[in-house]
């Protein structure tokens, strides 16, 4: 029997999920369901959040609490620019959405914690549907009168139009192109705008190729970022002069360009050590009164400023909570269990936990084999014993994922289906899973020296354990060594031994692969588009957050072939491409009623879960920690937890 050895990095990972779980989390917020996420958003929503001070619905009217001077955050990782047109495309980040998402508006935004879409720019929430206009489908909207930039400049259909504009003349990608979706050559189906017209300063007309569905309109454009067209302008035109006019304005700073629309306004950040946001004075929806999912509240900012500390790690920044010298940590991966019980412990501190919307994966590159061989991808997926990881190696700290719409969005997740998918491997033993996966790869064409085998006693019982393969071949080609990238122990560990364990079934069915645990942003830079436009990777751990939970539109973004990194930058990393479930993702996007559109995802999973071009791993609550001596959020039971609303940054006033 071929044995694994385990080197001392992969034990240090294995020590370190340990501790994370040995503490058990208590419920302190929502429910448990739904996943972290890092890699990325497949659109992000802006605006519409609201803050605040709370009662139930239909309590007594609304109180404002007091002013908070300062909202101190702690966040673990830097952030990547200040240009809020970099961060949509090339300098992606959570870390950096903390800071600048709350600077924009959009004409539709979400109200929260009830997910539901409402007026931001616009006049009214109530979404025109417009009408046929030619061999187009024209929308016009009324957008409001008093909202302004924070340097008093008043915000018009004229900065819709520009961003839009600058979008289309300037090819830029990223979430861009999701937020402002152009038509595809390539693809007459493929919904896009082909205009956007300022009517008046404050009338704004879109026209679509032909009739938007609902997942574009107005859950993508109409929750799109608005810039500025009076201090962006002039940069704009600047880049248009240059031989690469999209890094040109990517490349302007953000601090000296840009302004705000949105809550707050950000304004300095000193590289690895901070970043400081001031409120906006003139945000026009200061003192509205909203009721979102059986609360009420009243829209701030009750800040003077946010400020966010980087933090090296948990330890040190929980200590620093601790210590009052910060007030909340963001986090889109949650606080490491191990370190609940210094929280429950503190009577100034408080631990809440809810479902998240994402999910953590493997990926495959689908260009190369053995990744493009279905039966390869069959067979891992078999191997893979999310239940034993969940609750043996993790111990509980995370649950087995199937489908792609994490069962923390409600509204959307189907229940019965995602059952079905996991039927074919709950339950299976070892015997099972190694014997079904040698069958597969064998029908395939793959042929060994030696097959793998279960292990056996001298009385020939079935042992827990597996004689790897050895000598495997493809149509009697030798397969070349498989490298499997994930998060570092320190930033991840429950990835980094998801990793290990995913090295040991592939080394078992005979494959030569190694598990490669390595620094966050020096795995997301390997898998991304090499200089020479080629993808380096085999497989990679990570994961996504879903964007707006209101109207999901992932599935187009990471599946679709048109969306292919290699071909426009898009999040289709590994290189899938099917026709059916293209069919499908271009029939979601036109979808004009959200039955249909959920007739349509599910349909789309069932191709997912056949074709594999992820294999689901897992979710986790988020864990948050916060300083209940010194400041006060009008509810904390939300999808994604309060890291996935910027830490509340215009809900939260001081304690009381």
Known sequence: MRATQLTRWRWLAIVAVLAIVAAACQQGGGGTTAAPSDGGTATTSLSGDTGATTTAAGEEEPTTGGDLATYRMGIFSDTTTDNFWAYYDPASSVWTGYILNDTKSALYGNSYPGIELTKDLAASSEVPTGAAEGDGWAIEVAMREDAMWDDGTPVTANDVAFTFATVRDLALGGNWLSAWPLPDPENPDAIGLTDVQAVDDYTVKLVFNQQPGLVIWPHSVGTAPVMPAHTWGPVVEEAKASDDPAAALYAASGVENDVASGPMNFVEREEG????????????????????????????????????????????????????????????????????????????????????????????????????????????????????????????????????????????????VAESFASNYVGKTIQERLEGAVQILRDAGFTWETEPTVATDAEGNVLNAVNNGVGIAYNGQPVRPLEILAPGPGYDPLRATYSIWIETWLNQLGFEAEAN????????????????????????????????????????????????????????????????????????????????????????????????????????????????????????????????????????TAAK
């Open 273 to 416: 050590a901070f970043a400081r946001s001031e409120a906006n004075d003139v945000y026009y929806d200061r003192g509205v009164e909203v009721e979102s999912g059986g609360f009420n509240y009243t829209v701030g900012p009750f800040t003077d400023e946010s400020t966010f500390s980087v933090y090296g790690g948990q330890d040190a920044a929980v200590l620093a909570l601790k210590a009052g010298e910060v007030d909340y940590l963001l986090n889109p991966l949650g606080m490491q269990r191990g370190l609940l019980a210094q929280v429950q412990d503190d009577p100034n501190l408080t631990a809440v936990v809810n479902p998240t919307f994402g999910f953590r994966y493997l990926a495959f590159n689908m260009r190369e084999e053995p990744m493009s061989i279905p039966a390869f991808r069959d067979a891992l997926a078999l191997m893979i014993d999310k239940e034993f990881m969940a609750n043996n190696v993790l111990q509980g700290a995370a649950f087995p994922l199937y489908a792609t719409m994490p069962e923390g969005n409600r509204k959307w997740y189907n229940a019965e």
């Open 517 to 652: 645990p390595t620094d966050f942003n020096a795995l997301v830079a390997a898998v991304d588009p090499q200089a020479d436009n080629t993808a380096a990777f085999d497989m990679f751990i990570l994961g996504w957050s879903l964007g707006n939970p209101a109207f999901p539109d992932y599935h187009h973004s990471f599946f679709h072939s048109s969306n292919d990194m290699l071909v426009n930058g898009g999040s289709n990393r590994g290189g899938y491409a099917s026709e059916e479930f293209d069919a499908l993702a271009d029939a979601y996007q036109a979808a004009q009623s959200e039955e249909e559109a959920y007739d349509l995802m599910w349909q789309m999973e069932e191709v997912l879960q056949r074709d594999k071009p992820y294999i689901l791993l897992f979710d986790t609550g988020i864990l948050e920690f916060y300083r209940t001596e010194s400041v006060a959020f009008p509810f904390t039971e939300t999808l994604g937890g309060l890291q996935f609303i910027q830490g509340m940054q215009e809900l939260v």
